[in-house]
Protein backbone atom coordinates (compact mmCIF):
# COMPACT_ATOMS: atom_id res chain seq x y z
CA UNK A 1 0.00 0.00 0.00
CA UNK A 2 2.78 2.11 1.01
CA UNK A 3 4.44 1.49 -2.65
CA UNK A 4 1.66 2.43 -4.32
CA UNK A 5 0.92 5.70 -2.13
CA UNK A 6 4.61 6.57 -3.21
CA UNK A 7 3.89 5.72 -7.23
CA UNK A 8 1.13 7.88 -7.20
CA UNK A 9 3.13 10.90 -5.19
CA UNK A 10 5.99 10.72 -7.59
CA UNK A 11 4.20 10.53 -10.53
CA UNK A 12 1.55 13.16 -9.56
CA UNK A 13 5.06 15.53 -8.83
CA UNK A 14 6.64 14.67 -12.07
CA UNK A 15 3.13 15.56 -14.00
CA UNK A 16 3.36 18.86 -12.30
CA UNK A 17 6.93 19.65 -12.39
CA UNK A 18 6.54 19.09 -16.68
CA UNK A 19 3.58 21.00 -16.56
CA UNK A 20 6.27 24.19 -14.63
CA UNK A 21 7.49 26.69 -17.17
CA UNK A 22 11.42 27.65 -16.43
CA UNK A 23 12.27 30.92 -16.52
CA UNK A 24 16.15 31.55 -17.79
CA UNK A 25 17.78 34.29 -16.12
CA UNK A 26 19.30 36.78 -18.66
CA UNK A 27 19.66 40.18 -16.93
CA UNK A 28 19.30 43.06 -14.36
CA UNK A 29 20.25 46.46 -14.30
CA UNK A 30 19.67 49.23 -11.52
CA UNK A 31 16.38 51.06 -11.64
CA UNK A 32 15.25 53.80 -9.38
CA UNK A 33 11.82 53.97 -9.58
CA UNK A 34 7.83 54.08 -7.96
CA UNK A 35 6.34 52.36 -10.50
CA UNK A 36 7.43 50.35 -13.84
CA UNK A 37 4.54 50.19 -16.03
CA UNK A 38 6.85 48.48 -19.55
CA UNK A 39 9.73 47.55 -21.09
CA UNK A 40 9.01 47.40 -25.07
CA UNK A 41 10.94 44.52 -27.62
CA UNK A 42 13.74 47.24 -27.66
CA UNK A 43 14.71 47.75 -24.21
CA UNK A 44 12.85 51.00 -23.58
CA UNK A 45 11.78 51.68 -20.29
CA UNK A 46 8.28 53.55 -19.21
CA UNK A 47 8.26 54.26 -14.95
CA UNK A 48 7.49 56.91 -12.77
CA UNK A 49 9.04 58.13 -9.72
CA UNK A 50 8.35 59.53 -6.12
CA UNK A 51 6.90 63.02 -7.58
CA UNK A 52 4.66 61.18 -10.29
CA UNK A 53 6.79 61.99 -13.41
CA UNK A 54 6.47 59.45 -16.18
CA UNK A 55 9.67 58.87 -17.78
CA UNK A 56 10.71 56.99 -21.35
CA UNK A 57 14.36 55.54 -21.00
CA UNK A 58 15.71 54.14 -23.92
CA UNK A 59 19.84 53.08 -24.56
CA UNK A 60 20.41 57.51 -25.22
CA UNK A 61 17.86 59.48 -24.33
CA UNK A 62 15.48 60.15 -21.34
CA UNK A 63 12.00 62.32 -21.40
CA UNK A 64 9.53 63.20 -19.06
CA UNK A 65 5.84 63.82 -18.49
CA UNK A 66 4.69 65.52 -15.86
CA UNK A 67 1.06 66.67 -14.44
CA UNK A 68 1.20 67.00 -10.78
CA UNK A 69 -2.24 69.10 -11.15
CA UNK A 70 -4.13 65.25 -11.60
CA UNK A 71 -1.67 63.75 -8.80
CA UNK A 72 -0.81 59.84 -8.30
CA UNK A 73 -0.57 58.08 -11.85
CA UNK A 74 -2.83 54.75 -10.93
CA UNK A 75 -2.07 52.73 -14.11
CA UNK A 76 -0.46 53.51 -17.34
CA UNK A 77 -0.48 51.26 -20.90
CA UNK A 78 2.81 51.20 -22.90
CA UNK A 79 1.28 48.59 -25.80
CA UNK A 80 0.97 51.19 -28.27
CA UNK A 81 3.89 53.65 -28.00
CA UNK A 82 2.57 56.39 -30.49
CA UNK A 83 -0.93 56.56 -27.87
CA UNK A 84 0.48 56.19 -24.21
CA UNK A 85 -2.39 56.34 -21.94
CA UNK A 86 -2.21 57.78 -18.40
CA UNK A 87 -4.69 56.93 -16.18
CA UNK A 88 -5.35 59.00 -12.56
CA UNK A 89 -8.25 57.84 -11.01
CA UNK A 90 -8.22 60.19 -8.44
CA UNK A 91 -9.39 62.69 -10.61
CA UNK A 92 -11.25 59.96 -13.17
CA UNK A 93 -9.26 61.16 -16.15
CA UNK A 94 -6.95 60.00 -18.72
CA UNK A 95 -4.07 61.60 -20.45
CA UNK A 96 -3.32 60.06 -24.06
CA UNK A 97 0.11 60.47 -24.75
CA UNK A 98 2.54 60.30 -28.44
CA UNK A 99 5.83 58.83 -28.15
CA UNK A 100 7.81 61.93 -27.22
CA UNK A 101 5.38 61.79 -24.44
CA UNK A 102 3.65 65.00 -25.66
CA UNK A 103 -0.26 65.32 -24.70
CA UNK A 104 -2.33 64.16 -27.44
CA UNK A 105 -5.84 64.10 -25.78
CA UNK A 106 -7.38 65.06 -22.44
CA UNK A 107 -10.00 62.65 -21.34
CA UNK A 108 -12.21 63.89 -18.32
CA UNK A 109 -14.77 61.79 -17.64
CA UNK A 110 -16.11 64.00 -14.90
CA UNK A 111 -17.37 65.83 -17.25
CA UNK A 112 -18.26 64.65 -20.51
CA UNK A 113 -22.34 63.71 -21.42
CA UNK A 114 -22.54 60.20 -19.40
CA UNK A 115 -20.84 60.74 -16.58
CA UNK A 116 -18.31 57.26 -15.93
CA UNK A 117 -16.79 56.85 -12.68
CA UNK A 118 -14.07 54.68 -13.65
CA UNK A 119 -11.78 52.29 -11.87
CA UNK A 120 -9.52 50.63 -14.38
CA UNK A 121 -7.98 51.97 -18.10
CA UNK A 122 -6.50 49.27 -20.48
CA UNK A 123 -5.69 50.31 -24.36
CA UNK A 124 -8.09 48.76 -27.57
CA UNK A 125 -7.62 48.94 -31.41
CA UNK A 126 -7.98 52.05 -33.04
CA UNK A 127 -9.05 55.60 -30.42
CA UNK A 128 -10.31 53.15 -28.22
CA UNK A 129 -10.11 52.79 -24.42
CA UNK A 130 -11.37 49.76 -22.21
CA UNK A 131 -12.70 50.84 -18.77
CA UNK A 132 -14.43 49.61 -16.14
CA UNK A 133 -17.46 51.54 -15.18
CA UNK A 134 -17.51 51.36 -11.34
CA UNK A 135 -21.08 52.86 -10.85
CA UNK A 136 -22.64 50.21 -13.38
CA UNK A 137 -20.21 47.46 -12.69
CA UNK A 138 -19.63 47.12 -16.36
CA UNK A 139 -16.71 46.76 -19.02
CA UNK A 140 -17.12 49.72 -21.78
CA UNK A 141 -14.81 49.80 -24.98
CA UNK A 142 -14.90 53.54 -24.94
CA UNK A 143 -13.97 55.74 -28.02
CA UNK A 144 -12.48 58.64 -26.68
CA UNK A 145 -12.65 60.86 -30.22
CA UNK A 146 -16.03 60.60 -30.92
CA UNK A 147 -16.95 60.38 -26.71
CA UNK A 148 -19.02 57.08 -28.01
CA UNK A 149 -19.55 53.37 -25.82
CA UNK A 150 -18.58 50.64 -28.38
CA UNK A 151 -19.53 47.85 -26.24
CA UNK A 152 -20.82 47.15 -22.96
CA UNK A 153 -20.81 43.83 -21.21
CA UNK A 154 -23.19 42.31 -18.43
CA UNK A 155 -22.96 43.63 -15.08
CA UNK A 156 -19.88 41.60 -13.63
CA UNK A 157 -20.93 40.24 -10.07
CA UNK A 158 -17.50 40.35 -8.20
CA UNK A 159 -15.06 42.96 -7.52
CA UNK A 160 -12.32 44.01 -10.05
CA UNK A 161 -8.59 43.40 -9.29
CA UNK A 162 -7.14 44.03 -12.88
CA UNK A 163 -7.61 45.20 -16.51
CA UNK A 164 -5.12 44.28 -19.50
CA UNK A 165 -5.24 44.27 -23.56
CA UNK A 166 -4.10 44.94 -26.57
CA UNK A 167 -5.71 45.34 -30.04
CA UNK A 168 -7.49 41.91 -30.28
CA UNK A 169 -8.22 41.09 -26.35
CA UNK A 170 -9.05 42.54 -22.93
CA UNK A 171 -9.06 40.04 -19.71
CA UNK A 172 -10.41 41.47 -16.54
CA UNK A 173 -9.91 39.55 -13.16
CA UNK A 174 -12.25 39.50 -10.70
CA UNK A 175 -12.15 37.90 -7.20
CA UNK A 176 -14.13 35.07 -8.68
CA UNK A 177 -13.43 34.95 -12.32
CA UNK A 178 -10.57 35.86 -15.10
CA UNK A 179 -13.17 36.77 -18.32
CA UNK A 180 -11.62 37.04 -21.73
CA UNK A 181 -12.85 39.20 -24.64
CA UNK A 182 -12.46 39.41 -27.88
CA UNK A 183 -11.42 43.35 -29.06
CA UNK A 184 -15.20 43.69 -30.18
CA UNK A 185 -16.87 42.79 -26.53
CA UNK A 186 -17.79 38.92 -26.96
CA UNK A 187 -16.71 36.73 -23.79
CA UNK A 188 -14.19 34.02 -24.89
CA UNK A 189 -13.39 32.33 -21.68
CA UNK A 190 -14.14 32.54 -18.30
CA UNK A 191 -12.05 30.69 -16.16
CA UNK A 192 -12.25 30.51 -12.67
CA UNK A 193 -9.94 32.97 -10.03
CA UNK A 194 -8.12 30.54 -7.56
CA UNK A 195 -6.47 33.18 -5.35
CA UNK A 196 -5.03 35.37 -8.24
CA UNK A 197 -4.45 39.36 -7.49
CA UNK A 198 -2.71 40.52 -10.83
CA UNK A 199 -1.73 40.18 -14.09
CA UNK A 200 0.75 41.27 -16.94
CA UNK A 201 -0.31 41.26 -20.68
CA UNK A 202 1.92 41.02 -23.72
CA UNK A 203 0.31 39.72 -27.14
CA UNK A 204 1.30 35.25 -26.48
CA UNK A 205 1.15 35.74 -22.68
CA UNK A 206 -0.78 36.36 -19.77
CA UNK A 207 1.11 36.05 -16.26
CA UNK A 208 -0.81 36.20 -13.07
CA UNK A 209 0.51 36.54 -9.59
CA UNK A 210 -1.22 34.83 -6.63
CA UNK A 211 0.59 35.61 -3.09
CA UNK A 212 4.48 35.95 -4.02
CA UNK A 213 4.18 33.06 -7.26
CA UNK A 214 3.68 33.91 -10.59
CA UNK A 215 1.73 31.61 -13.05
CA UNK A 216 1.55 31.66 -16.86
CA UNK A 217 -1.72 31.11 -19.05
CA UNK A 218 -0.43 30.91 -22.82
CA UNK A 219 -2.04 32.32 -25.98
CA UNK A 220 -5.29 30.25 -27.12
CA UNK A 221 -5.22 27.97 -23.94
CA UNK A 222 -7.27 27.95 -20.71
CA UNK A 223 -4.40 25.96 -18.65
CA UNK A 224 -2.79 28.57 -16.29
CA UNK A 225 0.51 26.49 -15.71
CA UNK A 226 3.14 27.57 -12.79
CA UNK A 227 6.45 29.69 -13.28
CA UNK A 228 9.03 28.33 -11.45
CA UNK A 229 11.04 31.24 -9.82
CA UNK A 230 13.08 31.86 -7.08
CA UNK A 231 12.45 32.75 -3.54
CA UNK A 232 12.61 36.47 -4.87
CA UNK A 233 10.48 39.04 -3.51
CA UNK A 234 8.01 39.95 -6.37
CA UNK A 235 7.45 43.62 -5.96
CA UNK A 236 5.93 44.21 -10.17
CA UNK A 237 6.50 42.21 -12.96
CA UNK A 238 6.10 43.07 -16.68
CA UNK A 239 5.99 40.91 -19.84
CA UNK A 240 7.16 41.72 -23.10
CA UNK A 241 6.70 39.19 -25.34
CA UNK A 242 8.65 35.97 -23.73
CA UNK A 243 9.97 38.14 -21.70
CA UNK A 244 9.54 38.38 -17.97
CA UNK A 245 10.54 41.32 -15.96
CA UNK A 246 10.71 41.21 -12.60
CA UNK A 247 11.37 44.70 -9.92
CA UNK A 248 12.62 44.42 -6.02
CA UNK A 249 15.12 46.06 -4.42
CA UNK A 250 15.47 49.06 -7.14
CA UNK A 251 16.90 46.06 -9.50
CA UNK A 252 14.89 45.09 -12.97
CA UNK A 253 15.71 41.37 -13.65
CA UNK A 254 14.92 39.92 -16.96
CA UNK A 255 14.50 36.33 -17.70
CA UNK A 256 13.28 34.48 -20.55
CA UNK A 257 9.79 32.42 -20.36
CA UNK A 258 11.34 28.44 -21.42
CA UNK A 259 8.31 25.81 -21.35
CA UNK A 260 10.02 22.44 -20.31
Known amino acids: MKSLFYLIFCFSFFAFAQ ?82 LAEITKVDFNTIQDYKNVSFVSTGYDNTLWLFNQDLQQLELYDYLNNKTRVKTVPIQSQVLDLKSDYNYCYLLTEKHLYIYSYFGSLIHKIENKGYTEMAFSKANLVLKKENALFLLPKNSITIKPLKTSDLLINQFLVTNETLYIYNDEKLRRYQLKSQ
Open 19 to 100: DEIQLQFEASIDLKAKDVFGVDTFGTLYYSDDNQSFYKKSADTTISYANFQLGKITSANTFNPLKINLFYQDFNTVIILDNR
